[in-house]
């Protein structure tokens, strides 16, 4: 994914909400499946995490090679994920 594309689904993630939130358990395989859900009704989807910085980056890590999504971007506790839907 290009830098132009990334910077474009930042913009389209500003108007989001949150669609699936990471508590205090961290990443769970019930969190994983839901997340997959999410991303495939929707190719761009925002989490909310209620951890801090260190172990959400190690989170976003997690969830993005769960759900072999990538990372675009975040801000504060908020991080949007991409994963392009499958050619039919």
């Known amino acids: 994914m290009t830098s132009a594309e ?3 689904c930042r913009s389209r993630a500003q108007t989001l909400k949150p669609a699936v939130h ?6 769970t ?3 994983i499946k839901e997340f997959d859900r999410a991303l495939g009704r929707a190719e761009l989807v925002k ?4 951890e801090g910085r260190d172990v959400l980056r190690a989170q976003c890590e ?3 090679t769960a759900g072999k ?3 675009v971007g ?7 994920f991409f ?4 050619v039919e």
């Open 47 to 50: 989490v909310r995490f209620a």
């Open 74 to 80: 975040g801000v504060g506790r908020v991080a949007s």
């Open 6 to 8: 990334k910077a474009a």
């Open 22 to 27: 990471v508590g205090k358990e961290g990443v």
């Open 29 to 31: 395989p019930a969190l």
């Open 62 to 64: 997690e969830l993005a």
């Open 69 to 71: 999504a990538e990372c």
């Open 83 to 86: 994963r392009a839907k499958p």
